[in-house]
Nanobody
Framework: VQLQASGGGLVQPGGSLRLSCAAS????????MGWFRQAPGKEREGVSC???????YYADSVKGRFTISRDNAKNTVYLQMNSLKPEDTANYYC????????????????????WGKGTLVTVSS
């Protein structure tokens, strides 16, 4: 079982990035998916979550700027990030939980089964 996040990088304020999270070893279609982030010196926070019906949930800090989506055929979840701000700088992680045991709670995913390694997003001029 593996989650591989990619797409991070350095971007100027106001710019955009698209993160991808490719799943292997399990069927994405039966899992609720979420993105988290952790900035240096701060606690990890839930950013966004998408359930089996593709209902989406966001933290207040990213609402209106970030869009989560899932492509079950490609076993991949995406996070489109627009209007990026310096405070969005963090390591971004994807996570998954079986729909039988987890849920989207606000912009976060509860009871995570699997975690991917992070991809670093740096927003700076």
């Amino acid at each position: 079982v593996q989650l591989q996040a990619s797409g991070g990088g350095l971007v100027q304020p106001g710019g955009s990035l698209r993160l991808s999270c490719a799943a292997s070893g399990f069927a994405l279609e039966y899992h609720i998916m979420g993105w988290f982030r952790q900035a240096p010196g701060k606690e990890r926070e839930g950013v966004s979550c998408v359930n089996l019906l593709s209902d989406t949930y966001y933290a207040d800090s990213v609402k209106g700027r970030f869009t989560i989506s899932r492509d079950n055929a490609k076993n991949t979840v995406y996070l489109q990030m627009n209007s990026l701000k310096p405070e969005d700088t963090a390591n971004y992680y994807c996570a998954a939980v079986s729909a039988a045991f987890g849920a989207c709670v606000g912009g976060s995913l509860s009871n995570q089964d699997y975690w991917g390694k992070g991809t670093l997003v740096t927003v700076s001029s």
